[in-house]
T-cell receptor
Framework: KAGVTQTPRYLIKTRGQQVTLSCSPI?????VSWYQQTPGQGLQFLFE???????NKGNFPGRFSGRQFSNSRSEMNVSTLELGDSALYLC????????????FGNGTRLTVT | SQELEQSPQSLIVQEGKNLTINCTSS?????LYWYKQKYGEGLIFLMM?????EEKSHEKITAKLDEKKQQSSLHITASQPSHAGIYLC????????????FGTGTRLLVSP
C-alpha cells in the first residue's frame, strides 16, 4: 500500500510570491492534515480537511489556505511569502476517526529567499 | 493551550543499552502518539495510546500512558543504531483527533 505522497520535495521561492504544495493520502483515507515544522516553533498544526471540508484550523494567518478534492488529494497554498515561511511542510492522512493514527509524508522543504 | 514537554532533549547511549523518553502534558491527554523522525524527513508512526494505563509494544519499543500523571513514556530495549533519530510525542485535541500538539522532540544517538 502506497504511503502519503507529497510534491514537490523541495521548493525555493522569493518573498512576495505564492506557492502550492500537493499531498496524496493513503488510499481509503479521507482526512488530510497539514503541519509546519521549523527549528524555532517545532511542529505546528495548520488545518485538517475531511471529505472536502475544512474540519479544523490552527493559528496561522489567512495567507495559508488549503483545499481537498473529491479523491481526497489535498493542496496547500501560501500567498505573499515571507522569509519566516521557510519550513518543512508535512501532510498527514488518516481514516478520520478518533482511533485512526496519522500517517505522514516526507514533506516539502520550502525555502523563501 | 496544551503543551508537551519531552525529556531528555537529547540522549547518547551505547548500542545494547536500554533507554526511556518521557512526555508530560500540561493538560488532560485524550490520545497520545509517538513518532520517529529522521532529520529532514517525515514522521514514522510508532504507537498510539488512548486509555490510561495502556501499554503497547512494537519490536523493541514499548510505550505506556499514565493518564493520572498526564504522562507517557517510551522505552527502547537493547538499543541499535537503527533506533537513532528524533522521537516526538503528539497529543490529540478533544476538538479533533487529527489536530495534534507535538513535543519538542528527543534526539537519540546510538553509539556502536
Amino acid at each position: 500500500k502506497a504511503g502519503v505522497t507529497q510534491t514537490p520535495r523541495y521548493l525555493i521561492k522569493t518573498r512576495g510570491q505564492q506557492v502550492t504544495l500537493s499531498c496524496s493520502p493513503i488510499s481509503g483515507h479521507r482526512s488530510v492534515s497539514w503541519y509546519q515544522q521549523t527549528p524555532g516553533q517545532g511542529l505546528q498544526f495548520l488545518f485538517e480537511y475531511f471529505s472536502e471540508t475544512q474540519r479544523n484550523k490552527g493559528n496561522f494567518p489567512g495567507r495559508f489556505s488549503g483545499r481537498q478534492f473529491s479523491n481526497s488529494r489535498s493542496e496547500m497554498n501560501v500567498s505573499t511569502l515571507e522569509l519566516g515561511d521557510s519550513a518543512l511542510y508535512l501532510c498527514a492522512s488518516s481514516k478520520g476517526g478518533g482511533n485512526s493514527p496519522l500517517h505522514f509524508g516526507n514533506g516539502t522543504r520550502l525555502t523563501v529567499t | 493551550s496544551q503543551e508537551l514537554e519531552q525529556s531528555p532533549q537529547s540522549l547518547i547511549v551505547q548500542e545494547g543499552k536500554n533507554l526511556t523518553i518521557n512526555c508530560t502534558s500540561s493538560k488532560t491527554l485524550y490520545g497520545l502518539y509517538w513518532y520517529k523522525q529522521k532529520y529532514g524527513e517525515g514522521l514514522i508512526f510508532l504507537m498510539m495510546l488512548q486509555k490510561g494505563g495502556e501499554e503497547k509494544s512494537h519490536e523493541k519499543i514499548t510505550a505506556k500512558l499514565d493518564e493520572k500523571k498526564q504522562q507517557s513514556s517510551l522505552h527502547i530495549t537493547a538499543s541499535q543504531p537503527s533506533h537513532a533519530g528524533i522521537y516526538l510525542c503528539g497529543a490529540a485535541s478533544n476538538t479533533g483527533f487529527q489536530k495534534l500538539v507535538f513535543g519538542t522532540g528527543t534526539r537519540l544517538l546510538v553509539s556502536p
